[in-house]
Every structure is written in structure tokens, then in C-alpha cells.
């Protein structure tokens, strides 16, 4: 979404709001998730090593997101972060 305020004949004002500003967002007051999260809950990897299902999903939604993307494994806490390359 862009809006913009002109005064004069000037853009006294411009914002934009990206789809990844909505898409990536935490859970809102109602606890309702983010699209992108709610997307990736209960999904199947594969490979915990490679989880390319995880970055592919994410990039449905913005295809520069995924070039980094951490991610918490189970409840136990453990970070990993994910490159793509290429």
C-alpha cells in the first residue's frame, strides 16, 4: 500500500507498507499469526539439515526473505540459520 500527501504540488509525505511488513508479521493482539508463520505450522522437512520446504514457503511470500531465514528447532530452543546461495 503507498500513500502519499502532496501540499503545493510537493510530496510533503510518502509511506509505503511492503507485503512483507503484513506477510512477516508476529502474532497481532488477538494472538492470530503472520501469514508466513501460519503457512510454515505443520509443515513436513524432510531434512533437517537442508529444509528447503521452509525456505520455499517463504519465498512464496517474498522471493528475498528466504535468502536468510532462522529458525528454532522444537521446543528446545536450538537456532539455526539458513542460506540459500545461488
Known sequence: AHWIRIENGVIAQYTIISPTT????????????????????GTKVRDPENPFEIVRIVR????????AVHMLIGRTGARKRLMVVG
Open 22 to 41: 503484513w506477510n512477516a508479521s508476529p502474532k497481532d493482539d488477538n494472538d492470530q499469526r503472520g501469514p508466513i508463520e501460519q503457512a510454515l505450522v
Open 60 to 67: 512464496s511470500f517474498d522471493p528475498c526473505l528466504a535468502c
